[in-house]
DNA sequence: GCACTAAGTTCAAGCATTGAACGAATGAGG
DNA sequence: CCTCATTCGTTCAATGCTTGAACTTAGTGC
């Protein structure tokens, strides 16, 4: 501690509440202290170093009417950009996103990563990631993995179990020469849909199926990742407590009625756009898996909802594409299930964002953190 | 906004810190100092007041080896309390606490409330708020009910409807000339186990059974209320979806199962007591129908642990009773099922507070915010 | 008595925000 | 074309909280 950090502390924060004014919409100087309640004294401080190290630009004035005209503020167009990458067990996904939300390049290659090896998959990914990166200052990477992540380390991921227990963020991070930072997919996924705009400031929950069932959580505007990470583990919520067996050794989780492979198995179908066919063809044997998959989500989604009392549910993934024949089912079970449903305070809506969700979010960890912790921006 | 406003709010923080410290523990300006990251002279500055103001009081010089004594300073026993008060279907209870932590006076008086009007009730709890409050400054009430309660205001009271959507808190403010606040029970008795001292710093969920089944969830040191108020309905959480129906409308609830209610009518008990006398006998019929509700508490607590990754679940109300003989079931059935559990990461204990748990978290409530807010206690 | 140690107090220095005053840039009206 | 009204952005003295160092106080050990 120096001897005045506790005002440093002070600026920091006024420093994140005009970044994150800024996130939400360019504006001047004089707008932006308007919407955060400081003074155009304090913002003309704020922002100057953020001008001088080129993370805002200033546009050519803007004639508005009466008076002065304002010179709006936004993030600069060559400013830092974040690094997402995707390793899933059928493809890896690369992106880059800038401070201002704006994606510049993404690239998704159906791989094989469960026959690979650790050093393979991270070649791999830092090959795409070098293939992609602009020629603009670096904030980091975010890497999403399909598994549980505690303290930085993958501990549990039934479906890569090559890279469990390994450094992974470490060893990409080696071969980047740029900080790596670790985190679930579920988790991410929601992250996208909370930062930088869309569902920001609500509680929601994010829920997807690709092979097993994640939720990620979103309370109070951050992601609830748990005490050990295990947090939102939907798939291993029970709903029928002598129903069939589960890998993880449990009996009757809603990932052995609601797993996109249930899905896929019933319906006689080997592939998601198959299946989707299908429905669109009103084939009633895909409309009747896929009918039972929602039954089985909406029990599920009410016992979590009964819990976490989150308005929103956000389906994802795959249930994303299948949202149109899902729903009805699942808003049903909660309808009758939750205990704050009676007013109809339940909402299920399908994602937006498609199959980059994930590694969106992977980005959006990095731009979010350079905005809430902006010491690094301004140093 | 005044001219230095956020100066203030530095100074506010910091008295926060200082305080929450000497709820820990009494302890010199110096030991403070060490113990908060300030430095002596903020220590003896940021003191002085809560010296002037009776918050606080000085002993005697303590003797600990060589230099200087220091003079420990703690909470002034004649300094301000809480009041915690509790309408319960079957009791009324009041409580009194200082900011130390200690309570001076309880009172717990058994009433059938049920049958009451609204303003007898809450005459009667005036009352007994009258009777037990001392000659010292009051901070304020906090009033628990067996319900949901959002925004103040009681929604949701199975077996208090005469209570429901009335403006408790304004009514008994007015009565008492004090201010009131109201909180769910399961959320007071949670926040008993964290305030002033216990678990705290730890995530917990506190478990209870009386009427319905209803958790406190404690995150992050703070309980965690949902966007409406229903979270940690674990009564309402399935466990069978096509089990036994419930009168919430949905099917297989774990009250259903494991409420106070079916443990007694399964072993034909009519009593708590008279329960735990038949269990202490070794009565296989009480034994048997113990050990079903700590089967399917255990199925309902294992979705919520996968769901929150909280390490700790605390059993209170009547299943500290039923500890004993709940427990095994319960944790067999945790262990089979948490995802996290495989290191035995879950811990199931019974709570050490006894029936005044939940207006013990009553009057916390009011103690815990003079502390987190400490502007009223220097004004 | 004297050196030593630790507690508590005093005080000048440092600094982020603020509000008011000021300078800058434009539109409206004559 | 010139002046006034209006709004944007900058400059500046004032505020008040924490800090580290110096200082005072009050004991122990020899």
């Not at 995707?86 to 704006?102: C, F, K, P, Q």
């Not at 579920?186 to 997807?208: C, I, K, M, Q, T």
């Not at 009758?336 to 969106?360: D, Q």
Request: with cysteine; proline share 5%.
């Amino acid at each position: 501690m120096t001897t005045v950090d506790h005002l440093r502390q002070v600026r920091l924060g006024n420093l994140r509440t005009v970044l994150l004014a800024l996130v939400d919409r360019p504006g001047s100087r004089a707008d932006l202290a308007a919407r955060t309640g400081l003074t155009k004294a304090t913002l003309s401080n704020l922002t100057e170093p953020l001008l001088a190290n080129g993370i805002l630009v200033e546009d050519a004035a803007t004639l508005a009417g009466m008076g002065r005209p304002s010179k709006p503020l936004r993030f600069h167009p060559d400013g830092p950009v974040a690094v997402g990458a995707e390793i899933n067990v059928s493809h890896l996904a690369v992106e880059t996103l800038g401070l201002d939300g704006e994606t510049t390049c993404r690239r998704l290659v159906p791989t094989d990563t469960r026959t690979s090896s650790q050093d393979t998959v991270l070649d791999q990914v830092a090959e795409l990631v070098r293939e992609i990166t602009p020629n603009r200052p670096l904030l980091g990477v975010g890497l999403a993995v399909p598994g549980v992540v505690h303290d930085g380390v993958l501990v549990r991921a039934p479906n890569l179990p090559e890279l469990v227990g390994a450094p992974l963020a470490e060893a990409l991070s080696a071969r980047l020469g740029l900080d790596v930072e670790l985190d679930n997919e579920a988790n991410l996924a929601a992250l996208a849909h909370l930062w930088p705009r869309h569902l920001a400031g609500e509680d929601f929950v994010h829920v997807s199926a690709d092979v097993g069932i994640g939720a990620g959580v979103v309370l109070g505007g951050e992601v609830y990742r748990g005490a050990s990470g295990f947090a939102g583990e939907l798939g291993h919520v029970v709903i029928e407590r002598n129903g069939l067996s589960c890998t993880c050794g449990s009996r009757g989780c809603v990932e052995r009625y609601a797993g996109l492979d249930v899905i896929l198995r019933e319906a006689g179908r080997r592939r998601l756009d198959s299946l989707a066919k299908a429905l669109r063809a009103g084939d009633p044997k895909a409309l009747d898996a896929v009918r039972n998959a929602g039954e089985a989500l909406g029990v599920g989604l009410a016992t979590l909802m009964n819990l976490f009392d989150v308005p929103t549910v956000v389906l994802g993934g795959s249930y994303a594409v299948l949202h149109e024949h899902l729903s009805a089912a699942a808003q049903s079970e909660m309808d009758t299930r939750v205990l704050a449903g009676g007013e109809r305070h339940t909402r299920l809506v399908a994602s937006p964002l498609g199959e980059f969700a994930v590694v969106r979010g992977a980005a959006g960890l990095i731009t979010r953190r350079a905005v809430l912790q902006p010491e690094r921006l301004v140093g």
